[in-house]
């Protein structure tokens, strides 16, 4: 995947003239307090360099888990046409972005974000750009500060629930999905915390009476059980500034990503999702899914099988099977 050109142009103009030593210093800084501050909710940015830091390094990588997810929750739900969205730990607008290119009648967007230094870089990202009409609120969804919960289509948070204590989560999970008129989507570090943390708010959306349309094809209990883990990567391009950021050679990056999203209408007809990269020989592919059923594990496909087989070998990790291959 690659980063919209508009949204590519719109970094490149804000980081234009900001030093690279500078950028990668504040880089630095940023992923060493990343590291080390877990579960704390003080893994702040905490200067506007920062914030070009992270426009720079993460926002290609979050962006592209976003899209990523939204891809499978347009493909679950084609008719899903949102007009609104309501974005928390919005950060630079990075869903705003993500969700105006995979649903172009996007009209208008609330985005709530604790820290000003997002907003005033997010607001200079998107200045030029054609976007929803976007409104932000600097607030605390935590203390909840909040004014404006009222229902819209799409509700979002991405990479936000990891860096709130663990105590406030299911209180602002049942505050998204009260403020959900249609989808809720919560994308968090493909990690074995980020895992958890999408299983819990799984439970207790579903407890709620929320439908899940993606990536689970089934409401049941997760199959999978730690050491194993439910999670996704979208391989995004590096731009020639975000290698030199980050001082590495490598044109692209993988960011790893877990994700649920529930609806209060039923997805079309659920599929197996294939819940890890494929391998694939010669005449034969294997895939992990995760099956309607509630089950998981690995299944072959050979040429034997026809157009199965076909459907199979076009399958990518995240893909959703169609039709009856189990
Ligand atoms: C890792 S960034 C993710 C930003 C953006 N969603 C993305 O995917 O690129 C997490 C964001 O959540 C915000 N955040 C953390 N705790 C918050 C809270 N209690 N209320 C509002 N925003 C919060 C942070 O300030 C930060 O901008």
Known sequence: MELPKSLRRAVDR?????????LAA????????YREERDDGKRRVASEREAFAYLATRLPATYAAVRASFAAVAAARPDFAPKALLDIGAGPGTVLWAAADCWPNLANALLIEANPIFRTCGEELAAQAQLPQASWRIADVAADTVDDWAPRDLVAAAYVLNELAENARQSIVQRLWRATAETLVIIEPGTPAGWQGILAARRQLIAS?????????HAQACPLQPPDWCHFAQRIA?????RQTKGGEVPWEDEKFS???????????????VIARPRKGRGRVTLKLCRPDGSAGETLFS?????????AARCDWGSSLDHDDR
Do not use: M
């Open 14 to 22: 804000v980081l234009s003239g900001v030093p690279l030593a500078e």
């Open 26 to 33: 504040a880089w630095a800084a940023l992923s060493q307090r």
């Open 209 to 217: 009476g929320a439908q899940v349309i993606a990536p689970c094809p």
């Open 238 to 242: 590096r731009s020639r500034l975000h």
């Open 259 to 273: 994700y649920v999203a529930v609806s209060r209408v039923p997805g079309a007809r659920a599929n197996p999702r």
């Open 303 to 311: 040429r034997r099988d026809g157009a199965s087989f076909k459907r």
